[in-house]
């Protein structure tokens, strides 16, 4: 992403965080207001696949470090998080 970014442009990475409590995910399959059925595979699809393979926010900052970007800022929300790299500009 840093080779093909302009100077001075912005990458924003949303995803889940494997922090993320179970009260959390199922307050968010909530809001979605699915039917039952529904409602249980997502929450289920959430617990037991995707957050194995989420970042936690420190694990994310660790990756960006090893990286031309170095430094990230990371937004939290309650299931996930926002992370914002910036190329310098020239």
Not at 50 to 65: F, Q, R
Request: aromatic share 6%; charged share 25%.
């Amino acid at each position: 992403m840093h080779r093909v970014l302009a100077p001075g442009g912005v990458v924003l990475i949303l995803d889940l965080r494997r922090d993320a409590s179970r009260e959390a995910i199922d307050a968010e399959v909530d809001r979605m207001e699915l039917k039952a059925a529904n409602k249980f595979m997502v929450g289920w699809t959430f617990r037991h696949m995707l957050l194995k393979s989420a970042y936690t926010p420190a694990e994310m900052e660790n990756m960006v470090s090893q990286t031309p970007f170095h430094t990230c800022k990371i937004d939290l929300n309650p299931i996930g998080f926002q992370v914002r790299l910036e190329k310098p500009a020239l």
